[in-house]
């Protein structure tokens, strides 16, 4: 690959960066709790070094990166308001016309447990493609091992989230634990991005499927 197609193909990986820096500048200008804020935004600054680095040695699909996109960004929304105050069924109730909380009769913010889903689903891409460059699993396990890297993943935050809520403590700590009086909090949310991961790896192992399947003939190779 010469140094043109190189940097072809990193426009839309940086554009997305771009993108998604300017997002975070305008949401941390007035978040609603600024210490939150900057404490839903450690991880963020721990991922985003690590992906600009690891880009020359291992380039994501376009697709990968568009998907951690949407998911940082949605990450983002749940930073400037906090979770448990992200005012979306407002803007359900705009767009529709109608409070979808009401309309299923429930009192809860559900924007934190949209957004473990949606790490579960959006995540899940990149760490297939990681776990295939790197450990070139074979046959159920190529599906297997993302999924289960995903669910260690969402424990480990999990248990970081906890431990941060019981250090900072006070307000602080409960905005950020974000339970919402919610005893089974952590399991749900795990559970959540657990199916987020397999509804991920289901779209990812059908579309290889139609791709090892011969158009003309009908039979795999």
């Given at each position: 690959?010469?140094?043109?197609?190189r940097?072809?193909g990193?426009?839309?990986?940086?554009?997305?960066?771009?993108?998604?820096?300017?997002?975070v500048?305008?949401?941390?200008v007035?978040?609603?709790?600024?210490?939150?804020w900057?404490?839903?935004?450690?991880l963020?600054?721990?991922?985003?070094?690590?992906?600009?680095?690891g880009?020359r040695?291992?380039?994501?699909?376009?697709?990968?990166?568009?998907?951690?996109?949407v998911?940082?960004?949605?990450?983002?929304v749940?930073?400037?308001?906090?979770?448990?105050?992200?005012?979306?069924?407002?803007w359900?109730?705009?767009l529709?016309?109608?409070s979808?909380?009401?309309?299923?009769?429930?009192?809860?913010?559900?924007f934190?447990r949209?957004?473990?889903?949606s790490y579960?689903?959006l995540?899940?891409?990149?760490?297939v493609?990681?776990?295939?460059?790197?450990?070139?699993?074979?046959?159920?396990?190529?599906?297997?091992v993302?999924?289960?890297?995903?669910?260690a993943?969402?424990?480990?935050y999990?248990?970081?989230?906890?431990?941060?809520?019981?250090?900072f403590?006070?307000?602080?700590?409960?905005?950020?634990?974000?339970?919402?009086?919610?005893?089974?909090?952590?399991?749900?949310?795990?559970?959540?991005?657990?199916?987020?991961?397999?509804?991920?790896?289901?779209?990812?192992?059908?579309?290889?499927?139609?791709?090892?399947?011969?158009?003309?003939?009908?039979?795999r190779?």
């Open positions: 690959m010469n140094d043109r197609t940097q072809k990193a426009r839309f990986p940086a554009f997305l960066l771009a993108v998604f820096v300017i997002v500048v305008a949401l941390g007035a978040p609603r709790y600024r210490q939150d900057a404490m839903e935004n450690v963020v600054l721990l991922a985003l070094p690590l992906l600009m680095l880009f040695r291992l380039r994501l699909s376009n697709a990968s990166y568009a998907a951690l996109f998911f940082l960004l949605l990450h983002e749940g930073a400037h308001y906090t979770y448990s105050e992200v005012p979306w069924d407002r359900f109730s705009a529709s016309g109608f979808l909380n009401d309309a299923l009769g429930v009192s809860r913010n559900h934190d949209a957004i473990h889903f579960g689903l995540v899940t891409p990149a760490v493609e990681l776990a295939a460059a790197r450990t070139s699993p074979r046959g159920a396990w190529r599906w297997i993302p999924i289960s890297l995903m669910t993943s969402s424990a480990l999990e248990l970081f989230e906890w431990g941060a809520a019981v250090w403590g006070g307000d602080l700590g409960v905005a950020y634990l974000g339970t919402q009086g919610d005893p089974w909090d952590a399991q749900q949310d795990m559970f959540l991005a657990l199916l987020g991961s397999v509804a991920a790896v289901a779209v990812l192992a059908a579309v290889a499927g139609c791709r090892r399947r011969d158009p003309r003939e009908g039979v190779h």
